[in-house]
Structure formats: structure tokens, C-alpha cells
T-cell receptor
């Protein structure tokens, strides 16, 4: 069973389109994340939700909107896609409380987004 | 400014040798430091966690040190094998909600 699963794995789309990436975890964790890995392999946090509550919101364009319908799901919607949005987006989860630190993060396999 | 820097170039070593990877940070005071492994086309996988009051942590062939004075962590793989070839990422706890900030990563290649 895949612990953190995200779909689609590959996504090629045109500039200006709107797209979503879905994520689900079956680990029973309270916290979920979206990370972005750019072409230089630098992994940067975008958002974090704890029990459906947004707790980390880094400096990300408003075109990116996360949605957590329940604590096992965290989806990422991107409006008006730009060339610079091309990257690998990783969903992740951890057994962390709102103010916790030092917990292991479990990553999904990534979603490769290419904007043309 | 805040930085987390790892060996900037790829590290090539011979099978059986010890690989040592470096993670240096500035303007952070992390309570925890973690190391992850990432294979091509895959997500990062957790390896080890070390707390600020621990000097060293071991797990099988892996050893991590954490020097909060030098602001540095060293990651060692002893008796390295070609299967250890991957990118290794250090990550610092930099905020609540288990926020992890990752370093730039070091690509390790273990040759026969």
C-alpha cells in the first residue's frame, strides 16, 4: 500500500491553464505538506495543513491554492499556469502537531509538471 | 541571510570507502536536523534525525554528527556500496508545524 500517493505523476499543460494535483495519505498523520523541487533540485516548502487547518504558507503566488477536505487529503490547485511553474511537486505527511518539530516527513513520489 | 549549504559538487568514491557529506548552515538555530535520501525520479526518504543536544547518532552503516557551535552536520556512510548512490539532503527544523528547510543536496556516486 502506498503511504502518500499523489496524482497525476506527469502533467504537461499550456501556459494559462488551470490544473490540480491530488494527494492522499493512509498513514493516519495529522499534518500534510506541499513541497516544490525546481530544476536545480532545491526542495522548498509551500504549504502545510494540520487537521485541515493551514499552518504554513510560504511566499507563494496567489495562483497556488491548497485545499484540505479532510486530514488524509491535501490537493493543490494552480491557476493561470506560467512557464516558471514547471517543477516537481511533492506531497508529504508527518505525525506532527501544530507546534511540533522534529518529526519524520513521508514524501509521495512527486508530480512532474511541465508548462509549455 | 539564512542558508543551508551542502557539498556543492557531486561526490564520487570507491566501493568500500567511507563517504562523508557536509551540511553547513547560517542564521538558523535548529532543534533538530534530519538527513534524507533521494533517488532519481523518487521522493525523499528519511534516514536519520539528530537533536541539538546530541553529538552523534548511528544507524547501521550510517553516522550523523551535529555541531551547533560550528553550525555543521556531517553524514557518514561506512563501507559504501554502489546501492548507496543517490542524492542526500540535510534538513533543519526551522519552525512550528514541523517545518523543515532543506539543503541543496549532495549527489553521491559509489563506484566499483
Amino acid at each position: 500500500d502506498t503511504a502518500v500517493s499523489q496524482t497525476p505523476k506527469y502533467l504537461v499543460t499550456q501556459m494559462g491553464n488551470d490544473k490540480s494535483i491530488k494527494c492522499e495519505q493512509n498513514l493516519g498523520h495529522d499534518t500534510m505538506y506541499w513541497y516544490k523541487q525546481d530544476s536545480k533540485k532545491f526542495l522548498k516548502i509551500m504549504f502545510s495543513y494540520n487537521n485541515k487547518e493551514l499552518i504554513i504558507n510560504e511566499t507563494v503566488p496567489n495562483r497556488f491554492s491548497p485545499k484540505s477536505p479532510d486530514k488524509a487529503h491535501l490537493n493543490l490547485h494552480i491557476n493561470s499556469l506560467e512557464l516558471g511553474d514547471s517543477a516537481v511537486y511533492f506531497c508529504a505527511s508527518s505525525q506532527a502537531g501544530k507546534n511540533w518539530a522534529g518529526n519524520t516527513i513521508y514524501f509521495g513520489e512527486g508530480s512532474w509538471l511541465t508548462v509549455v | 541571510s539564512q542558508k543551508i549549504e551542502q557539498n556543492s559538487e557531486a561526490l564520487n568514491i570507491q566501493e568500500g570507502k567511507t563517504a562523508t557529506l557536509t551540511c553547513n548552515y547560517t542564521n538558523y538555530s535548529p532543534a533538530y536536523l534530519q538527513w534524507y535520501r533521494q533517488d532519481p525520479g523518487r521522493g525523499p526518504v528519511f534516514l536519520l534525525l539528530i537533536r541539538e543536544n546530541e553529538k552523534e547518532k548511528r544507524k547501521e552503516r550510517l553516522k550523523v554528527t551535529f555541531d551547533t557551535t560550528l553550525k555543521q552536520s556531517l553524514f557518514h556512510i561506512t563501507a559504501s556500496q554502489p546501492a548507496d548512490s543517490a542524492t542526500y539532503l540535510c534538513a533543519l527544523s526551522t519552525g512550528g508545524g514541523n517545518k523543515l528547510t532543506f539543503g541543496t543536496g549532495t549527489q553521491l556516486k559509489v563506484e566499483l
